[in-house]
């Protein structure tokens, strides 16, 4: 049996608590120890999860640590994944990855150089519903994919994040935030993005914070919090992306795509279950048997019901890719490609030009059942 390969994780902030806590439900890797700006936020995270506190330097340094979590805020992502290349271990980043091409095809110059690999978040699109909207694609159920619509839209993380302000600057907005579970599950499912068009616009040039400890105090506002977009694929598909904070309700479904033989309706990107229907040709719409995907069982309670959620999954691929010396399907390059994506999208808002595409990458390959199960834990 291949080595478990130990984890280190740098940002321990509300999302490090879902990387700890479901770790366990996956084989390949061991989570060792955390670290944090903040030597308080640190040592409390590592004694709820029962790991070593470090400070960065030495997170970096130690022996055991062959991947290193980068779960910072976005705007330090590239310096920091930086540092771990540089220490010579692996990195696995939240997303989005770096908010520049340039600064992702400088990390991938030091990895290729040290024979290191990237992995990044999202990992959603691995989920049951999504591996099994792959299916119906890839089976040729629906034909080709030609057009489609994705819709990412709420009222904001003010009224329930403690600190919600990076939400609202250059870095993240709902492109950049929430936006790469979406472009992301659009490049596994239909393939790489020829260029990209956008209108966008910052309603709310301020927001007021309605969640505790910071209620009632004030936020600047110096991203666009509203934009429509358009992506034009390299298999002709055309797609229309809107996403939106400044929207209190709507009935848009999250995702649908339409094939030359029938429409594919996906579930919400930001999770891993939900229920995917198609039709063929002017055919009622079908609600597809169970598929006995393991990451598509429901295994959380929230307060909308039990949901599925196996954030990690990416991570447990990438330790256990590097072991069987494949590809992980987390890549850096598609990562990379869905940055510029977002990237574009934001530049074609600020300049109403297309944008054209300079990278590109390979569909990441399908995780069905099987394939999904071999990853898992073995229960005890």
Same mark, same amino acid.
Not at 314 to 324: F, R
């Given at each position: 049996m291949a080595k478990k390969l130990g984890v280190g994780v740098i940002g321990c902030g509300n999302i490090s608590a879902a990387y700890f806590s479901l770790a366990p439900l996956f084989r390949g890797f061991t989570m060792k120890a955390c670290a944090d700006i903040n030597m308080d936020v640190a040592k409390a995270r590592a004694k709820?999860?029962?790991?070593?506190?470090?400070?960065?330097?030495?997170?970096?340094?130690?022996?055991? !640590?062959?991947?290193?979590?980068? +779960?910072?805020?976005?705007?330090?992502?590239?310096? @920091?994944?930086?540092e771990i290349l540089d220490a010579g271990k692996h990195v696995y980043s939240e997303k989005p990855f770096v908010l520049t091409v340039k600064e992702g095809t400088d990390l991938k110059t030091r990895a290729e150089k040290k024979k290191l690999r990237i992995g990044s978040a999202p990992d959603t699109f691995l989920g049951g519903a999504h591996q099994l909207a792959r299916d119906i694609i890839d089976s040729g159920k629906v034909g080709r994919i030609t057009s489609g619509t994705a819709f990412v839209m709420s009222h904001g993380m003010e009224h329930w994040h403690p600190n919600p302000d990076f939400f609202f600057q250059p870095g993240? *907005?709902?492109?950049?935030?929430?936006?790469?579970?979406?472009?992301?599950? +659009?490049?596994?499912l239909i393939g790489p993005v020829k260029r990209v068009a956008a209108i966008?616009?910052?309603?709310?040039?301020?927001?007021?914070?309605?969640?505790?400890?910071?209620? *009632?105090?004030?936020?600047?506002?110096?991203?666009?919090?509203?934009?429509?977009?358009?992506?034009?694929?390299?298999?002709?598909?055309? @797609?229309? +992306?809107?996403?939106? $904070?400044?929207? $209190?309700?709507?009935?848009?479904?999250?995702?649908?795509?339409?094939?030359?033989? *029938?429409?594919?309706? @996906?579930?919400d990107p930001n999770f891993f279950g939900g229920q995917v229907t198609f039709t063929r040709q002017a055919s009622a719409i079908k609600k597809m048997p169970k598929w006995e995907h393991p990451l598509g069982v429901p295994n959380q309670k929230h307060s909308i019901g039990m949901m599925a959620n196996y954030r990690t999954v990416?991570?447990?691929?990438?330790? !256990?890719? !590097?072991?069987?010396g494949r590809p992980h399907r987390c890549s850096m390059e598609l =990562?990379?490609? =869905?940055?510029?994506?977002?990237? *574009?999208?934001?530049?074609?808002?600020?300049?109403?030009?297309?944008?054209?595409?300079?990278?590109?990458?390979?569909?990441?390959?399908a995780l069905g059942p099987k394939a999904a199960k071999a990853l898992l834990a073995k229960k005890k």
């Open positions: 709820e999860f029962k790991v070593r506190a470090e400070t960065v330097e030495d997170l970096l340094k130690a022996d055991d !640590i062959d991947i290193v979590v980068n +779960l910072t805020v976005p705007a330090v992502h590239y310096a @920091v994944s930086k993240a *907005g709902p492109v950049l935030d929430v936006g790469p579970y979406y472009v992301t599950n +659009l490049i596994q966008s616009s910052t309603p709310s040039p301020e927001r007021t914070i309605t969640s505790k400890p910071r209620f *009632g105090e004030k936020i600047k506002v110096t991203t666009p919090t509203t934009i429509h977009a358009l992506a034009e694929f390299e298999n002709g598909a055309v @797609v229309t +992306l809107n996403s939106s $904070w400044d929207v $209190w309700n709507h009935s848009h479904k999250p995702m649908e795509l339409y094939g030359e033989e *029938g429409t594919i309706h @996906v579930p990416g991570l447990a691929d990438m330790a !256990i890719a !590097i072991a069987e =990562a990379l490609h =869905a940055v510029e994506v977002m990237t *574009g999208i934001l530049k074609a808002g600020e300049t109403g030009k297309f944008v054209e595409m300079t990278t590109t990458c390979e569909r990441p390959a």
